[in-house]
């Protein structure tokens, strides 16, 4: 079992950052498969970036690729997504999602995903 909590969300202005954080409590972390979602207002979630248990391959939506990086820390449990060059259209509540094993199941549509957490809400504005 692995209880995610995410961290750092906010209000920012266009072109500003934001850096998140999610914390993973249970044993199984480091087997898993981290990754981030997000769901704008009247919007289905979307998937966001998925990361491999070690950090480093990590795959991206488009829509935020070269502004958005996710990596983590294993022996904190944590992973991050650092978020660059905020446009309005990254109004989202943001979550934090693992996977037993590798990312290929977070990265299919629509995404299997083993945990959840509650999210945390970006708010971009112009």
């Known amino acids: 079992q692995v209880q995610l909590v995410e961290s750092g969300g906010g209000a920012v202005q266009a072109g500003g950052s934001l850096k998140l954080s999610c914390a993973a409590s249970?044993?199984?972390?480091?087997?898993?498969?981290m990754g981030w979602f997000r769901q704008a207002p009247g919007k289905e979630r979307e998937f966001v970036v998925a990361?491999?248990?070690?950090?480093?391959?990590?795959y991206y939506a488009d829509s935020v690729k070269g502004r958005f990086t996710c990596s983590r820390d294993n022996a904190k449990n944590t992973v991050y997504l650092q978020m660059n060059s905020l446009k309005p259209e990254d109004t989202a509540v943001y979550y934090c999602?693992?996977?037993?094993?590798?990312?290929?199941?977070?990265?299919?549509?629509?995404?299997?995903?083993?945990?959840w957490g509650k999210g945390t809400l970006v708010t971009v504005s112009s």
């Open positions: 990361v491999n248990w070690n950090g480093d391959t990590a």
């Open positions: 249970g044993r199984t972390f480091s087997n898993c498969a």
């Open positions: 999602a693992a996977v037993q094993g590798t990312t290929w199941r977070m990265r299919q549509d629509p995404p299997g995903v083993d945990y």
